[in-house]
């Protein structure tokens, strides 16, 4: 699969996961705490969050996910991408994780670590 199909299903999945409840609940009213909201929430940074993924390491590592255990440099991207998951989680924002996770991998970079 390469990287302009991936892009292209992800944004066609995004738009029919928000759009497809407007149309077939469109009378019900849901609280935004709701289980169905929350995860229409999260299915959109899941689908970014896959688009990063084959951005970051290509196809070779998206077929084969063991590969990541031989190499530092994509060992180190697979951390500093799980955390700013897990801090956008956690902290409900994009903008300061995304912030810290760049820094943090950049002084990785400068370190000599990756």
Known sequence: MNGWLLIGTAAAASYLM????????????????????????????????????????????FT?????????DALLKLAIVILAGGLASWLRSVFRPLMTCTALYAS???????
């Open 18 to 61: 928000r759009s497809l409840p407007l149309v077939v609940f469109r009378r019900l009213t849901l609280s935004s705490e709701s289980p169905v909201v929350r995860l229409l929430q999260h299915a959109a940074s899941a689908v970014m969050g896959s688009v990063i993924y084959l951005a970051l390491f290509g196809e070779s590592f």
């Open 64 to 72: 084969r996910p063991v590969a990541h255990l031989h190499d530092a």
């Open 108 to 114: 990785a970079l400068l370190l000599g670590v990756g």
